[in-house]
């Protein structure tokens, strides 16, 4: 019996033009060059990006995820490793596995690649009028919905899309605020009318130039934010990160703080500063991995709590 390949079941126009299309792509995103100005190969910038932003990676889940044979990935790991960007530590949950973390060595060497990449996707997107480069990433979203259906796409490889705010987005934050730490931690409403307070001077004192907001969605759903705001010429500060607890375990925090500290330090910014509580453990992890240094700590009573209130900075 012949069973009709894959080319015989599919136009050859159809063919045509996804051959055409993908030549088209490889061109405007300069694959064929050298990748994003370094000597690294595309897929070693892609393990870089995806150790920079999982939360506790192991090797067999990047091999998996990526695609990858798993002696080449291990020969990228090892290349990381001896280069001190990469370091293992046995897992919690299996010791028979590692989890993967950079190093703040390789950090360094990986955030001036990722600003390269924003830079080149931003001169791709800027001769393009708003409405069109919305047209083009709505575009973009549809063709990855339809090859990879959200069903068959790993919960733990999904990526949020991060956008500026619309109206409506500001009123959420301080909505999430107010119900999550209500729910998860006890706080009263005057930690609600505190994040009002903060959302309503970003929006009325916003300086474009200088401050921020991103919003993550994640297939189609508001599930997180944060903003940075100019404390002082020098200074910036994160503020108000959230994240809806259908998102968490996604790197999605982390993302959301890489995004802050890419965006001050292009901005020339000599240093970034938060508050934070003791209790939040997850979000003093994200810090604290990306060098963020514990400067002051200070008990309080406030939104109904007995807290500790901590002042967190990071040279940059």
């Known amino acids: 019996m012949n069973i009709p390949t894959a080319s015989a079941t599919v136009p050859a126009s159809a063919v045509k033009a996804v051959r055409r299309f993908n ?10 060059d050298p990748y994003l100005g370094s000597n690294l190969s595309l897929t070693d910038v892609r393990v870089l990006y995806e150790l920079a932003h999982r939360e506790a990676p192991v090797a067999s889940e990047l ?4 695609g990858l044979d798993g002696g080449y990935l291990s020969r990228v790991l090892r290349r990381f490793e001896t280069s001190g960007w990469m370091e293992r530590s046995a897992s919690p949950q299996d010791a028979r596995q ?11 060497a990986f955030e001036p690649l990722q600003q390269r990449s924003r830079d080149e996707a931003a001169a791709l997107l800027a001769p393009l009028p708003p409405a069109r480069q919305q047209e083009l990433v ?14 068959a796409t790993p919960t733990a490889t999904r990526m949020a899309v991060l956008r500026d705010p619309v109206p409506g987005d500001i009123g959420w934050v ?16 005057s930690f609600e009318a505190l994040v009002a307070d903060i959302a309503a001077q ?15 969605e994640l297939d189609g759903e508001r599930v997180g934010a944060v903003f940075v705001v100019r404390k002082s010429a020098t200074t910036a500060q994160l503020r108000m990160l959230i994240l809806s607890p259908k998102a968490r375990g996604l790197g999605l925090g982390a993302r959301l703080t890489d995004e802050c500290i890419a965006f001050a330090r292009a901005k020339g910014y ?7 509580n003791s209790c939040l453990t997850a979000a003093r992890g994200i810090y604290a ?5 514990l400067a002051k700590s200070e008990p309080y009573e406030g939104f109904g709590q007995q807290l500790v209130g901590e002042t967190w900075e990071l040279r940059l």
């Open 98 to 108: 590692n989890v993967l973390t950079l190093t703040p060595a390789g950090r360094e």
């Open 23 to 32: 030549r088209f792509m490889t061109r405007k995103v300069g694959v064929l």
């Open 174 to 189: 301080v909505q999430q605020h107010g119900e999550i730490y209500w729910r998860e931690y006890g706080w009263d409403s």
């Open 270 to 276: 000599k240093k970034m500063v938060l508050w934070t």
């Open 202 to 216: 970003f929006v009325r004192k916003f300086q474009p130039a200088w401050e921020r907001c991103w919003v993550a």
């Open 138 to 151: 709505a575009a973009m979203e549809r063709i990855e919905a339809l090859l990879e259906p959200a069903s």
């Open 63 to 66: 091999a998996r995820d990526l």
């Open 289 to 293: 991995k990306r060098g963020f240094k």
